[in-house]
């Protein structure tokens, strides 16, 4: 029964289920704990940018492990060794120096649960050739609706720690939901992978263009990610109305794990990469002409389009670009553009700007410079599809 198709299928939509359910367990509630600790905000703001850094370093590292001896086995590595780590979290941080240590570590382990997972679901899309890998990873949407709650109502009786616990929980769920899927798949069996290998995807202009992309548009996206609460307590916003305009934001993302799969099959991924882009110069650009908190809400119905469109044409297009047995090497690669280089930079130029700009200017600033990437980038995605035609014919 776990053998077919069907059985492989809702293996890794439970694993993506519980995968995002762990990762916004723990990771909006972070700061919260780590104040907690009586933390100034600059220790706050170090701590809480070490997921990210390893991330930036580690990832590709982690790719390149995987690649070389099979993705479900360092991914049961990791999970097992993230799992251990934030059960002991609370327990050992005594102070601020265990904190960033146990920080570190922790991360070093969980940083690529998530890129593995997006790397095995596109191996079984290619494979089965039924299910999409959007299909699957439509599952994270209601999996980080669940992680967040769950954690959300435990709080107030057992303290912000709790979220140590629930994260660790749903990552041995992850663990036991792909518990019989083999160690090696059948693609890997047959592929010779040498690590002199790697030097065609480090060396690939064109991949390494996008992901510099991909790095600038992350941090115009921080904007969203990180600062949209004080926004909207700028124009005048209830926090009611900021928890609404956030769950319409996740919930927009639901259609379009659908729509990018059959966006993909009619246009390349790079075309739909280039909309996505475009759509996000002109959601900060409504952002920074808007002033009442109702419009907001309409705004964040394109998260749908500026996020899901990206990231799910992003790992299409990163797929293509690397030779099979590097693919996970790629994700790797795209995982620290992204969470990594963009996010970290991102919290940094916003927070900077912050101290001299009111928010306004600043989601104008930001829609001005991803409108100049996207069209200087437009060569870049028109060359992948001549790419793409050339390989096919």
């Known amino acids: 029964m776990w053998n077919n198709k069907i059985s492989t299928n809702n293996m890794l939509r439970a694993a993506f289920l519980f995968g995002f359910a762990s990762f916004s367990a723990w990771v909006p509630v972070f700061t919260l704990w780590l104040e ?12 809480a940018a070490i997921p990210w850094a390893v991330m930036l370093i580690l990832q590709p590292l982690w790719g390149i492990l995987a690649d070389k001896y099979g993705k479900a086995f360092c991914l049961r590595i990791a999970l097992v ?3 251990l780590g934030f059960l002991l ?7 601020h120096i265990t904190i960033i240590i146990l920080t570190f570590l922790v991360s070093i382990f969980y940083t690529p649960v998530l890129s593995l997972l997006d790397s095995i679901a596109l191996d079984n899309a290619e494979k089965s050739g039924g299910v999409s890998y ?16 769950i954690t959300g109502w435990l709080i107030p009786e057992w303290g912000a720690e709790i979220a140590f ?5 749903f990552l041995l769920m992850v663990l036991l939901s792909i518990c019989r899927y083999p160690i090696v ?5 047959n592929m010779d992978i040498e690590f002199k290998g790697l030097n065609r995807v480090m060396t690939n202009k064109l ?14 996206q921080s904007a969203i990610s990180y600062y949209l609460p004080i926004y909207m307590r700028q124009i005048g916003a209830t926090s009611d109305t900021t928890g609404i305009a956030l769950a319409i934001q996740a919930l927009s993302e639901l259609p379009f794990y659908f729509i990018a799969a059959w966006l993909i099959k009619r246009i390349n991924s790079g075309t739909v990469v280039f909309i996505a882009i475009f759509a996000t110069a002109l959601r900060l650009f409504f952002y920074s002409v808007n002033y009442n908190p109702q419009i907001v809400m309409f705004i964040e119905t394109m998260n749908g389009i500026t996020w899901t469109l990206l990231w799910i044409a992003s790992v299409e297009f990163v797929n293509e670009m690397v030779p099979p047995q590097w ?14 280089a963009g996010a970290i930079l991102g919290n940094i130029i916003i927070g900077r700007m912050y101290e001299s700009l009111e928010i306004h200017y600043i989601y104008s600033i930001l829609s001005l410079s991803i409108l100049i990437i996207a069209i200087t980038a437009l060569p870049l995605f028109i060359f992948q599809k001549t790419k793409l035609k050339k390989s096919r014919s």
């Open 36 to 47: 907690d600790q009586e933390m100034k905000g600059s220790q706050i703001g170090f701590i």
């Open 81 to 83: 060794g993230s799992a």
């Open 89 to 95: 979290f609370h327990i050992f941080s005594n102070n």
């Open 134 to 149: 959007s299909e699957m990873r439509f599952w994270g949407a209601p999996g980080f609706a669940l992680g967040a709650m």
């Open 165 to 169: 616990y629930t994260t660790a929980f």
């Open 185 to 189: 798949n059948s693609l890997q069996k």
């Open 207 to 220: 991949l390494m263009g996008f992901l510099f992309v991909v790095i600038i548009v992350s941090v115009g």
């Open 327 to 340: 693919r996970t090497t790629g994700q790797s690669l795209l995982w620290a553009a992204y969470y990594g």
